[in-house]
């Protein structure tokens, strides 16, 4: 059962305890309250602000899972903060292999990283968190628990999805998720997250059925990833994938390929955003 009054208090001093500069915004000289205001935690959990705010008046409906682990992440909880907080809220906390929750040093680390795309996935290939520069590149940028926040899912189920990459590179990266998911589906033989995930796979994409019979096995620590941008052309990166060391969250970053325009292009797209350009499709993890 929910904990309302619980799940208030913790809520409103945990948001306390983190600066503006915590989250990469200016300290500022009108804050009145310490800490971090309602609606900046509500922003970066991507949840209402009138939400949220309910939350910490312990009134209003009782928060989702997927609720509670986005604003755990806002909030910068470790996983005892974060268990604590599903306690609170009367849910079961997610396990911590392959929960899903990115630490806040993870985060913070890749919060530097603003002069190349950079993102976390869970190692089933949710994306829990990207910087504004790997959505400039358009890529879908959805995070959440949810199937069309799975890089995985959108490959072999939205075939508009690989649009972004070259067709001579569909193949070899297709059958390297494959390979890559098997290897978590070795490791982490039986969790339900896993094993929903490949049983769907299976129903839905006769590809992937067919890869997957193959049973090869490779984790994937780097990789080349060529992108078509509508709006400066084909970027050329190399990707490099850093392992959490429970290997259930991964920190993927990608930089321009050395003599090529890549970089160029990249610091066009830092400076311009995503005003200009509306892409809503990945090109997978």
Excluded at 42 to 50: C, H, M
Excluded at 194 to 219: I, P
Excluded at 236 to 241: N, T
């Amino acid at each position: 059962m929910i904990d309302r009054p619980g799940l208030a208090d913790f809520l409103r001093r945990r948001r306390e305890t983190l600066r503006p500069a915590d989250i990469g915004l200016p300290e500022g000289s009108r804050r009145r309250t310490p800490g971090l205001r309602r609606e900046e935690v509500a922003q970066l959990a991507g949840v209402s602000s009138d939400h949220y705010a309910r939350l910490e008046q312990a009134r209003g409906s009782a928060p989702s899972a997927s609720v509670v682990a986005a604003i755990a992440r806002a909030l910068r909880c470790d996983l005892d903060q974060r268990d604590h907080l599903f306690h609170l809220a009367g849910l079961v906390p997610p396990p911590h292999r392959a929960g899903g929750h990115p630490s806040p040093g993870l985060i913070s680390l890749a919060e530097r990283l603003v002069d190349v795309p950079a993102c976390i996935y869970s190692d089933i290939g949710q994306l829990l968190w990207c910087n504004p520069l790997f959505s400039a590149l358009g890529i879908h940028a959805e995070t959440g628990s949810g199937r069309e926040a799975n890089a995985l899912w959108r490959w072999f189920t939205r075939p508009a999805v690989r649009d972004l990459v070259p067709e001579e590179d569909q193949p070899r990266l297709t059958a390297a998720q494959v390979s890559d998911l098997r290897a978590v589906y070795s490791r982490r033989a039986g969790d339900r997250d896993v094993t929903e995930l490949v049983d769907d796979l299976l129903a839905c994409s006769t590809e992937f059925r067919t890869l997957w019979e193959q049973h090869e096995v490779a984790v994937r620590r780097s990789d080349r990833k060529d992108l078509r941008h509508p709006g400066v052309g084909l970027i050329q990166m190399r990707c490099e994938v850093l392992l959490t060391p429970e290997e259930d969250v991964k920190l993927t970053v990608f930089f321009p390929v050395e003599g090529t325009d890549a970089a160029d292009k990249l610091e066009l797209l830092r400076v311009i955003g995503i005003q200009d350009f509306t892409i809503g499709s990945p090109a997978g993890s």
